[in-house]
């Protein structure tokens, strides 16, 4: 069994075939092969179960929800833990990959494999960053209360909390982010409501935060467990996305 799992949420065909095409082209700067990349489909069509004829991995929502950002990125998180992988690979839909020139991001985590808990894409953040597993059994999952966005922000405050800053290792890949604006239409929500639940976990805003511990005096790893129509209702998002989540 591979020591990586990527895990890849899908939105929008147009995107997520371009995304799809980079990895499989023969000279692909990626390097995974496809049996080591979960699709986890957000779409409301369920368009990406095609992309298990390439040998993809799949998942969607039972119910047909679109899952976020937090709760797609932990469809990956459990399974790296419950197939005691070593690294999971957070890869957006929005990355394009070239031809390799001085490496793959396979050989760029290699080199390094089992030294780094985080290895992230120059220039890239979260659009193609990789956990250790031990980031996951240390500081858990990422907070589903946060459905999209901000998330990252609270996971790397945890992380500090148990003594990990920043600083993280970054290496070179030729790839781009096109960051596509037109996800925001189906995918975004007001900051507000994020904000407020920072600041209800936290004691405060980012810099001014009162507690260490979610709340107060919870562990680390804690957050208290929410439904997509609960989050769809307290981030207003039924008029704008019309029960699809």
């Given at each position: ?17 371009a ?10 700067s990626?390097g ?28 969607r ?7 976020g ?43 390094v494999?089992g ?14 960053i ?28 945890r992380?500090?909390?148990v ?5 993280w290792?970054?290496?070179?890949v030729?790839a781009?982010?096109?960051?596509v604006?037109?996800?925001?239409q ?6 507000e ?17 009162r ?10 790893d ?19 996305f019309?029960?699809?989540?």
């Amino acid at each position: 069994m591979s020591g990586l799992l990527v895990v890849l949420p899908v939105l929008v065909a147009e995107t997520a075939d371009a995304c799809i095409k980079s990895i499989l082209r023969p000279d692909s700067s990626f390097g995974i092969p496809p049996e080591d990349i979960l699709v986890v489909d957000n779409s409301r069509d369920g368009f990406a179960a095609k992309y298990t004829a390439e040998g993809f991995r799949y998942y969607r929502d039972p119910n047909g929800f679109q899952l976020g950002t937090s709760r797609a990125w932990n469809v990956g998180a459990r399974s790296v833990l419950a197939e005691s992988r070593d690294y999971l690979v957070i890869l957006s839909a929005s990355m394009l990959f070239g031809p390799v020139l001085n490496a793959t991001w396979l050989w760029q985590m290699e080199r390094v494999w089992g030294q780094e808990r985080v290895i992230e894409s120059e220039g890239h953040s979260h659009h193609l960053i990789a956990f250790h597993r031990c980031v996951l059994e240390t500081v858990g999952l990422w907070d589903e209360n946060f459905w999209c966005y901000v998330e990252a922000e609270d996971y790397s405050y945890r992380m500090r909390q148990v003594g990990w800053e920043g600083g993280w290792y970054r290496a070179w890949v030729n790839a781009l982010s096109t960051r596509v604006a037109g996800h925001l239409q189906y995918f975004s929500v007001p900051y507000e409501p994020l904000a407020e639940w920072r600041r209800h976990k936290w004691g405060g805003d980012k810099g001014s935060e009162r507690w260490t511990k979610p709340f107060g005096n919870k562990p680390i790893d804690y957050w208290p467990e929410v439904t997509i129509p609960e989050l769809a209702e307290r981030y207003n998002m039924g008029p704008r996305f019309g029960r699809w989540w």
